[in-house]
């Protein structure tokens, strides 16, 4: 990711990585692909989802706030 665009993260698999190739994923799909996981939604039908460097598909859980600090859902 460049320096002017933000970066997004998961801590799915206990470890947290960063996210690139956002895109939102539909509510249905997410909650079943990550039962249980809130993620941060794109809007009322689409929650966020991304690639990790490996290219593992992840939810995006957390999110950096204006003052840089990491939030999560």
């Known amino acids: 990711m460049t320096a002017d665009t ?4 998961s801590d799915f698999n206990g470890a947290l990585e960063e996210l690139d190739q956002l895109f939102p ?4 799909e997410f909650e ?4 249980g996981v809130r993620g941060f939604r794109n809007d ?16 995006v859980t ?3 706030t204006q003052s840089g600090r990491l939030t999560s859902e």
């Open 44 to 59: 009322c039908s689409r929650k966020w989802a991304g690639r990790s460097e490996s290219g593992e598909l992840l939810p």
């Open 62 to 64: 957390h999110k950096p």
């Open 6 to 9: 933000e970066h997004y993260f």
């Open 25 to 28: 994923m539909p509510v249905k």
């Open 32 to 35: 079943q692909r990550w039962p």
